[in-house]
């Protein structure tokens, strides 16, 4: 197809006119949602917790010894102030093996009053603590709910974790 100069001219300022009504929306929308958002996000919950593990089972899973797969399960409670505030359970699942360092990614379920939070992360067995997991979301009063769970003596009688909880 042959185009003269003006024609062509035409169909880019016609693309580029497109472009910005579109960047435009796009930009009405966020600012849209950023408002709407703007409270929730300036709320932060601090929780510091004792973690009383009560069931724990390591399940060596495909070839003898650490391998993909390998699964570590657990259960316990959640205690502030001395009262159980929860209950959670998840587990870590083999996902890498170099030599003597396992990589585990980690699920984490915790219910507590007014809802329950989800939380993830990489964790290389072994290694110092603390571990950070990312707070990925939740329910009910915790729906929408970011932020970090740091746990430090993790598996210990000592175990312990201090959530910040955006909401």
Do not use: H
């Not at 502030?80 to 209950?87: K, L």
């Not at 009910?140 to 746990?151: E, I, L, P, S």
């Amino acid at each position: 197809m042959v185009t003269t100069g003006s024609s062509s001219r035409y169909v880019t300022v016609k693309r580029l006119v497109a472009a910005s009504l579109a960047t435009a929306a796009i930009g009405f929308a966020a600012v849209g949602t950023a408002d709407a958002d703007a409270p929730r996000r300036g709320r932060v919950e601090v929780l510091e917790l004792k973690v009383q593990n009560d069931q724990y089972e390591a399940l060596d899973l495909g070839a003898a010894g650490p391998s993909l797969g390998d699964m570590d399960v657990y259960s316990g409670t959640a205690v502030q102030d001395g009262r159980s505030v929860g209950r959670g359970g998840g587990s870590c699942q083999v996902v890498q093996v170099e030599g003597e360092d396992i990589t585990t990614q980690c699920l984490i379920t915790m219910a507590v009053e007014g809802g329950s939070l989800t939380m993830q992360s990489l964790w290389t067995k072994g290694t110092s603590t603390p571990l950070d997991m990312a707070v990925t979301g939740g329910t009910g009063a915790y729906a929408g709910a970011r932020g970090t769970f740091r746990f430090w003596d993790i598996g210990t009688p000592n175990e312990r974790a201090r959530a910040e909880i955006q909401r």
